[in-house]
Each structure stands twice: as C-alpha cells, then as structure tokens.
C-alpha cells in the first residue's frame, strides 16, 4: 500500500513494487497526460514533477512516490484556465503532434518555477530531456521565452 | 492563366532553396551547423504559425538525416532499439535560422494553396554536405555525415597529397 497526493489529491493504491510511476499514473489513476516515449529515461515525454522536482516517470518505481507528491500535466490548469505554459504553447506553435507535449510542458514549467527570465541557453539546457520530431524545437524555445513573458507582466 | 492544373498532384509545385554555413573541426570531423537559411516559393498560407512549424520541423527532420541519424545493424539486427540508442536533433541542436517565404498565390490546394510539410527536409543535407565540401574540401556520399565519416576523409586525403 502506498500513499501519494498527485495533482492536489490523496490517493491510497495497492502496487506491486515492479510498477513505474508512469503506470501507475496511468493506469491505476487514469491519467493518461503523461506518455511514454522511449521507455528509457531519455525523451522526456513521461516527465512529471514529485515534490517540484522533474523526474521521468518511466524509470520511477511508484513505491518511490509514497509519501511524496506528484504534479502532471493534468494538474497544472486552475479552474479551467490554462497554466501559462500551457497557453504559451498553444499561442506559440509550440506543439504538432502533440506526443511530447505533456512532457515538454511539465519541464517548461519546472524551468520557470526554477528560473523564472532564463536565457535562450538556459531554455536549451533546460529542455535538452525532451525530445520533439514536430516542431523543430524553435516554437518550443519560443513558447516557453512567451510563457516568461507572460508571468512577468 | 494558372500554371497549375487542379486535379494534378501537389508533389511538383513547392520549390525550396536552402543554404547552410557550417564549420568542421580538423582535429575531429565534427560538423556544426552556424547558421541556416531556408527559402521557400509557397501558395496562399491559410495558417501562418502552423506553416512556419511544418517548414521548422521538416528542416530539423533533415538536419539530422544529415548529421546523426542512423538505422545500426549488428548481424543483421538493429542495434538502435530506442531513443537511447538513436540520435536525433535535440533543442541545443538547432541553428540560428532564417526564413524566407515567397508568396505566390497559385496553388493547386484550398485556396490556391500549395504543399509545405516535406518541402524543407530534402534539401537540408546536400545544403550540409555541399557546406562542408566548401569548408574543407572532402565530399561525403553518404548520411549521416558523421565526424568519424569526415575524419577519415580528411585523413584519406591528406594521405594522397
């Protein structure tokens, strides 16, 4: 029995201590924002917050989560208003297909709560977990450079 | 008059002109990408952002068809079995780029619209290889145009002279 809080609510699962985090996000609680890519750790696109901190879900065990709080890309809008990354991305072009998303949006917004103005180099160190075959990355860094914008005025 | 007949196919109507500045190492081979151009004669653009992401992500496509991209066998199987295996563009990966659009409204498509999606990936790696033949004078043949692939060519060279 393990117990986290994931997006503001408790939850209390039974996991075989096998199930990765992304799993268990996914099936157990179905929320299926997060996807997995690669299955390795490398693409990002199963990237979640476990107490403010991003970590990719695939390679997480869900044992390691108990006690601890999880954020994914479900959790970020308030009351039906999108998070400002996420507006940022729609607004930018920061998306095509879509598949990297979750995963680009949940390490955006680690970014900003990290390093709320970063640089262009700072944006591309950041987000070098997460890759993108769509857009080419410039309407990510663009997205992202908007999102920044946007918590500053 | 229009030059286009609308029931014919949308393969033969968007042109693409690239130019790539590069820079290779000739202690290693490495090739790195300092800027980018991209041209491109279009129809009426219906959606401007989704435009310029489809002519982005096909040039990125091709950048790195040009640069890292590779199907690996080993005894006949594939040796790149996931993303940790194969390279493609990162976000640090990406040139300064400039775009050029060419507007010409005479497309075949909806609102004399022409082809965009694959138009920018072909060109990007021979806009590269031809880059790094003007920058150190060895022509590679065939993708991805690795270090290893340039080094030995140079080393080949120097070989010869």
Redesign the interface.
Known sequence: MIRLTVNGQAHELDVPSYRTLLDCLRYDLGLTGSKE???????GACTVLLDGKMISSCIALAVFADGREVTTVEGLAEDERLHPVQQAFMD??GF?CGICTPGQVVAAKALLDAIPHPSEAE???W??G????????????ESIQAAAGQARA | MHFYDAKSHAAVTSFTAQVAEVAVDPATGQVTVLRFTTAHDVGTIINP??H???I??????GLGFALMEELQTAEGRISTL???DFK?????D?PP?TTVIVEDAVGPGPFRAKAIGEGSISPVAPAIANAVADACGVRIVDLPITAEKVYFALQDRKGRS
Not at chain 1, 37 to 43: K, P, R, T
């Open positions: 890519g690669c299955g390795v750790g490398v693409c930018a072009g095509q944006i591309k160190e987000m070098l997460n890759l993108c075959r769509c857009t080419g990355y410039y309407k990510i860094v | 952002l989704g310029q992401g489809q982005e992500g096909g040039l990125i496509q996931s993303l940790g493609l563009p990162t976000i640090r990406i780029l």
